[in-house]
Every structure is written in structure tokens, then in C-alpha cells.
């Protein structure tokens, strides 16, 4: 498979091969060059991550809402600082422009950081179900 970059699958918060071993290539729309190596993920991964996923629960269940949303305004600053390698990632992969990734990448961060502040503010509407 040569020089190609290898991705891992993240499963209870660390990288981790697929437990099949094994991965597969991933073309560039453009060139219709390999250019990374993905997991090729499977029913055993799939029963790691639920059972990662199942685990993490009652953590987060404790997680007040202030902290939640300040995890999610993490998150925004993350991809605002990521954000050049995250479009090159994106337009490589499937074939977005670069234009259209990089004010994806501009705005997302705001949507985190829009819900990250809600994150703590109780509102709410009931919606009557005996109405079509």
C-alpha cells in the first residue's frame, strides 16, 4: 500500500487499528490517486465502540450543562484551528471545493459555540400530540 497516510478508528478515546487488520485505500476524486489508508471497520468494532459508547454513559449522564457546553465550544476552537487541514482533508477525499470547505470551516465553529451557550439555558415548548 506504500507511503500512504494511515487512519485509525478512535474507540473509548484512543486510536486503534481495525480489529480485522485491515484497511483499504481511499482515491482522490481528482487525481484517482490513492492517497490514505482507512480502517476497514467491522461487526467487532462496531460491538467495541457501543460498548465504549455504553461505558462513557453514566460519566456523562454527571456532566452538568455548563460543562457540556463548554465541551462544545472546545470543539468550535478545535475546528477553527484545524481548519486548513480539515478542508485540504475534505476537498482530498471527495472532491469538495476548496472555496465551499473553507467557509463550512469558517462558520462551523459557530454553530458550536451557538449551542455550547444554550447548552445551560433551560427553555422549552410543549407540543400538544392530539393535533395533527
Known sequence: MGNLKRYQMTIAGKKVDPASGE???TENPYTGKAWAEI???????IDRAVKAAKDALPGWRRTIATQRGHLMRKLGDLIAENADSLAATEVRD???LIAEMGLQLKYAPQWYYYFGGLAD????AVIP????
Open 23 to 25: 484497511w483499504f485505500e
Open 39 to 45: 480502517p476497514r471497520g467491522n461487526a467487532e468494532d
Open 94 to 96: 471527495n472532491g469538495k
Open 121 to 124: 439555558k433551560i427553555e422549552g
Open 129 to 132: 400530540i392530539d393535533k395533527p
